[in-house]
T-cell receptor, first 113, second 113 residues
Framework: EDQVTQSPEALRLQEGESSSLNCSYT??????LFWYRQDPGKGPEFLFT???AGEEKEKERLKATLTKKESFLHITAPKPEDSATYLC??????????????FGKGTHLIIQP | ETGVTQTPRHLVMGMTNKKSLKCEQH?????MYWYKQSAKKPLELMFV???????ENNSVPSRFSPECPNSSHLFLHLHTLQPEDSALYLC????????????FGQGTRLTVV
């Protein structure tokens, strides 16, 4: 069974204080790992897709990296508007058909001014 | 405007009512999904449709009945729900059902009384 574990569950940072969020996964064969941002009362907003170990993607203050067992979302010099819940999800390679995503519980990030 | 639109945004229904959730995607995607998001739990995949055919049903109770009349529209028909079914119901779409990112709507906040 595919599993995704995110840590920490919650993180409070000062504005400008860089940090990293962790996503550990167990999957029979990884087709893709996805990062989303979710604001309260809204649907998840797509951030990144990573397909293979060693791959990195960047967008503004965010950088996502991938190894064979985990992914990190690095946040550099965050601003209050970066406050949100960050979700990690994996899609497994299966025998056929379409597959949805297996999500972690998320990391609730608060950036204080 | 989001590429995936869900209506209604909020719904309160009694346990004996019948209601439907609607989702429309304007992205030209080939796959559509229903997810359930409950408090303190990860997003749970409910149904997957690829080119209008249901390809996955994640052991969802029969009181939830999906319908995909064409590649742009997805419905979730609800009847005789239980209070524990109260949650945020999210629709998503992706270009390819395998390995491409999914884009989510804003969700329908359902309360069963």
């Amino acid at each position: 069974e595919d599993q995704v574990t995110q840590s920490p569950e919650a993180l409070r940072l000062q504005e400008g204080e860089s940090s990293s969020l962790n996503c550990s996964y167990t999957v029979s064969g990884l087709r893709g790992l996805f990062w989303y941002r979710q604001d309260p009362g809204k649907g998840p907003e797509f951030l990144f897709t990573l397909y293979s170990a060693g791959e990195e993607k960047e967008k503004e203050r965010l950088k996502a990296t991938l190894t064979k067992k985990e992914s990190f979302l690095h946040i550099t010099a965050p601003k209050p508007e970066d406050s949100a819940t960050y979700l990690c999800a994996v899609q497994a390679k299966t025998g056929g058909g379409a597959d949805g995503l297996t999500f972690g519980k998320g990391t609730h990030l608060i950036i204080q001014p | 405007e989001t590429g995936v639109t869900q209506t209604p945004r909020h719904l309160v229904m009694g346990m004996t009512n019948k209601k439907s959730l609607k989702c429309e995607q304007h992205l030209g995607h080939n796959a559509m999904y229903w997810y359930k998001q409950s408090a303190k739990k990860p997003l749970e995949l409910m149904f997957v449709y690829s080119l209008e055919e249901r390809v996955e049903n994640n052991s969802v109770p029969s009181r939830f009945s999906p319908e995909c009349p064409n590649s742009s529209h997805l419905f979730l028909h609800l009847h005789t729900l239980q209070p524990e079914d109260s949650a945020l119901y999210l629709c998503a779409s992706s270009q390819d059902p395998r390995g491409t990112e999914a884009f989510f709507g804003q969700g329908t906040r359902l309360t069963v009384v």
